[in-house]
């Protein structure tokens, strides 16, 4: 009796064991996965800052400055993110009044259906206005003859310009001036490109309003998508 009591204290204890085990384990896979979340979303937040970084190695947009065609000053720029930290002069400002949004002035508003997108567009690029909103880079300015570019962060979440991968030749954007003037762009235009190419940003829409949205790729941040659309 004593014998066959062991032996069940045994295997109960052994059973007891693997259980414990098994739940280590399960905890492990599951601080596993935690801990790769973690360093995800670290390394998200570093990728869509580096283009910053490299932003404050140039100045082009502040020296040697040229007059384009649509009026808009822009000097030997490379590509949308480069000179972030001091981009003053080819800063849009609104023609009547002024209005803000967390301290940035705003000269409009960007919704896109397709990706949920509903923002306001604020005048400056600058490290802190990026990390707020969409802002304008380079052009005559909202709902204006010419190409307006305007970028923003791809932070992989869905936030500002996350999602603008899904963004298809025929979509629809919205743009909303401050005089209230609400303008639909059909896109025409969708690919993929390297951060040393503007040219997108110079191009000759032989006076129609167009704008161009401009955004890093999820696995490249040296990468750009790149979006045209023209006002319907």
């Given at each position: 009796m004593s014998s066959r009591f062991s032996m069940m204290n045994s295997k109960h204890s052994k059973i007891m064991t693997i259980i414990l085990i098994v739940v280590i384990v399960a905890i492990l896979i599951?601080?596993?996965?935690w801990a790769y979340d973690?360093?995800?979303e670290y390394n998200t937040?570093?990728?869509t800052e580096q283009p910053v970084e490299e932003f404050q190695h140039q100045s082009g947009m502040t020296n040697n400055n040229t007059?384009?065609?649509?009026?808009t000053i822009m000097g030997n720029v490379t590509n949308p993110y480069d000179n972030i930290g001091s981009v003053s002069e080819n800063v849009i400002q609104p023609s009547s009044g002024v209005q803000t949004y967390k301290g940035f002035v705003k000269v409009g508003r960007i919704e896109i259906p397709k990706t949920n997108v509903d923002l306001p567009v604020l005048a400056e690029v600058t490290k802190e206005s990026i990390e707020t909103s969409v802002a304008i880079l380079y052009g005559?300015?909202?709902n204006k003859p010419g190409n307006t570019v305007i970028v923003g962060h791809?932070?992989?979440?869905?936030?500002?310009f996350s999602d603008?991968?899904?963004i298809a030749i025929g979509d629809k954007i919205y743009i909303t001036d401050l005089e209230g003037k609400r303008v639909t762009y059909i896109v025409y235009n969708t690919y993929e490109t390297t951060a040393e190419d503007s040219d997108y940003m110079t191009r000759d829409t032989n006076g129609a309003m167009e704008i161009s949205l401009s955004?890093?790729?999820?696995y490249d941040s040296s990468r750009r998508i790149i979006i045209w659309a023209k006002a319907e």
């Open positions: 599951l601080l596993g996965f973690v360093y995800k937040f570093e990728d007059q384009t065609e649509n009026n005559p300015g909202l791809n932070y992989r979440n869905g936030m500002f603008n991968k899904k955004t890093c790729t999820d």
